[in-house]
């Protein structure tokens, strides 16, 4: 079992649309949650982090987390083109920084115009 | 503006070769990483650094070393390069202790091994 699984898509949405980019993650005892874009050949960028149960929201986007079921999940609401990318979620045991991410392989998003 | 930079950007080289990517970052950050992404496989750590004195292997350090000549300075190293050393890199800095310690990446380097 991957520590860190993600749907590697291509996951459609039509424009205006929620997208809903789903990550399960194995080590029971993570803390940190992480959702990074990153375009074709570019860098990873942050999109936002998690370290509590529920949703938090920034934007357009809304990160959600449930620990007992080990998932978090990022909706990007009113999805535009400039959306498409893949994203990657990334795990870290800790909260205090000492530990390093685990990532997914990522999910590729394409937003229909 | 506080970045992350990397040289080279491509580089091409032939079996057997040393090879250095470079890393330099002006955010102050005590952290660096190296990683590589291929196809299907994410991003993979190679070796980590939270200060000067420490450095650590990550999951797929065999064929690579690290120099940490400074708190801003990274480098990577393949002794001898091989063809499925082929990939993408990027270096990664993140602060020390406190806040979401959220690694910023690099623009990458693009390695061709031939």
């Known amino acids: 079992q991957k520590e860190v699984e993600q749907n590697s898509g291509p996951l459609s949405v039509p424009e205006g649309a929620i997208a809903s980019l789903n990550c399960t993650y194995s080590d029971r005892g993570s803390q940190s949650f992480f959702w990074y874009r990153q375009y074709s050949g570019k860098s990873p960028e942050l999109i936002m982090f998690?370290?509590?149960?529920g949703d938090k929201e920034d934007g357009r986007f809304t990160a959600q987390l449930n620990k007992a079921s080990q998932y978090v999940s990022l909706l990007i609401r009113d999805s535009q083109p400039s959306d498409s990318a893949t994203y990657l979620c990334a795990v870290r045991r800790s909260n205090f920084g000492n530990e390093k991410l685990t990532f997914g392989t990522g999910t590729r998003l394409t937003i229909i115009p | 503006d506080a970045d992350v930079t990397q040289t080279p950007r491509n580089r091409i080289t032939k079996t057997g070769k040393r090879i250095m990517l470079e890393c330099s970052q002006t955010k102050g950050h005590d952290r660096m990483y190296w990683y590589r992404q291929d196809p299907g496989l994410g991003l993979r750590l190679i070796y980590y650094s939270f200060d000067v004195k420490d450095i650590n292997k990550g999951e797929i350090s065999d064929g690579y070393s690290v120099s940490r000549q400074a708190q801003a300075k990274f480098s990577l190293s393949l002794e001898s390069a091989i063809p499925n050393q082929t990939a993408l890199y990027f270096c990664?800095?993140?602060?020390?202790?406190?806040?979401?310690?959220?690694?910023?990446f690099g623009p990458g380097t693009r390695l061709t091994v031939l």
């Open positions: 990664a800095t993140s602060a020390g202790r406190g806040g979401a310690n959220t690694q910023y």
């Open positions: 998690i370290y509590s149960n």
